[in-house]
């Protein structure tokens, strides 16, 4: 951490559903001047939260308008089908899409899930998000499927879900904006890749067309027969460092 950073914080925004614990652990660590302020924000506020500087960085469901954006892929999450405790597909361990035919199927407005051809039949209405799908759901009224982290958030004692493998899958992914890629952001970003302390502080590329991830896969070579040339000329007569 630089002089400047000290007394600075870090806003990272995040949408429902994703959970950013082993991240901002690792950033606690290493940062300890910076503190993390988390912003809990609706999935359909968080592009433009990020563009009006709200916050600068934060965990976005794919696909996003990536418009002045930048955005690295993080992972994939299993779909899965909630339904009340008593429904049939209760019993079973993992559910198809043709199993949803004749079932009524929620379409939330916040949905995360992008559908080519939606499931099942079309329910008596759209909710705005999916804690009022849910408590739809709850009330007998049709299902909905989600990514596993929002059936996770949203844990009822009287809702069950099931796996949906032939389902559409949400990916999670960072993004910040373009024009305000900070020293910040680049520790934050070396953080999610799994950089270590040292490789994640090479922030300022050598050339404009050299990314960090370029320079990394340089090392070797440089620490390996370069290395041992150098080795081999300091044997020599009247070698002097430089």
């Given at each position: 951490?630089?002089?400047?950073?000290?007394?600075?914080?870090?806003?990272?925004?995040?949408?429902?559903?994703?959970?950013?614990a082993k991240w901002v652990n690792v950033w606690t660590e290493r940062m300890p001047g910076v503190p993390v302020?988390?912003?809990?924000?609706?999935?359909?506020?968080?592009?433009?939260?990020?563009?009006?500087?709200?916050?600068?960085?934060?965990?976005?469901?794919?696909?996003?308008?990536?418009?002045?954006?930048?955005?690295?892929?993080?992972?994939?999450?299993?779909?899965?089908?909630?339904?009340?405790?008593?429904?049939?597909?209760?019993?079973?361990?993992?559910?198809?899409?043709?199993?949803?035919?004749?079932?009524?199927?929620?379409?939330?407005?916040?949905?995360?899930?992008?559908?080519?051809?939606?499931?099942?039949?079309?329910?008596?209405?759209?909710?705005?998000?999916?804690?009022?799908?849910?408590?739809?759901?709850?009330?007998?009224?049709?299902?909905?499927?989600?990514?596993?982290?929002?059936?996770?958030?949203?844990?009822?004692?009287?809702?069950?879900?099931?796996?949906?493998?032939?389902?559409?899958?949400?990916?999670?992914?960072?993004?910040?904006?373009?024009?305000?890629?900070?020293?910040?952001?680049?520790?934050?970003?070396?953080?999610?890749?799994?950089?270590?302390?040292?490789?994640?502080?090479?922030?300022t590329p050598a050339s404009p067309a050299e990314k960090p991830a370029q320079r990394q896969a340089q090392k070797?070579?440089?620490?390996?027969?370069?290395?041992?040339?150098?080795?081999?000329?300091?044997?020599?007569?009247?070698?002097?460092?430089?």
């Open positions: 951490m630089t002089d400047g950073e000290t007394g600075r914080m870090f806003r990272l925004a995040y949408v429902p559903g994703v959970t950013s302020t988390l912003v809990a924000v609706p999935a359909a506020e968080v592009v433009g939260l990020l563009r009006n500087g709200g916050a600068d960085a934060g965990f976005v469901r794919l696909p996003v308008d990536r418009d002045g954006l930048s955005v690295i892929p993080l992972y994939v999450e299993t779909t899965v089908v909630m339904v009340p405790k008593d429904h049939a597909m209760a019993a079973a361990d993992e559910v198809a899409i043709a199993d949803l035919i004749d079932d009524e199927v929620f379409h939330p407005l916040d949905d995360a899930i992008e559908w080519t051809v939606r499931p099942g039949l079309p329910a008596f209405t759209r909710p705005a998000t999916t804690a009022d799908a849910i408590e739809l759901v709850v009330a007998g009224t049709g299902i909905l499927l989600v990514p596993l982290s929002l059936a996770r958030l949203h844990h009822r004692r009287d809702l069950t879900y099931r796996p949906v493998p032939d389902a559409p899958q949400s990916q999670v992914a960072l993004a910040w904006p373009t024009d305000a890629t900070t020293d910040l952001v680049e520790d934050f970003i070396g953080i999610v890749r799994g950089r270590t302390v040292n490789s994640s502080r090479g922030r070797p070579a440089q620490n390996g027969s370069g290395r041992r040339a150098v080795l081999a000329s300091r044997k020599k007569k009247g070698y002097r460092p430089r």
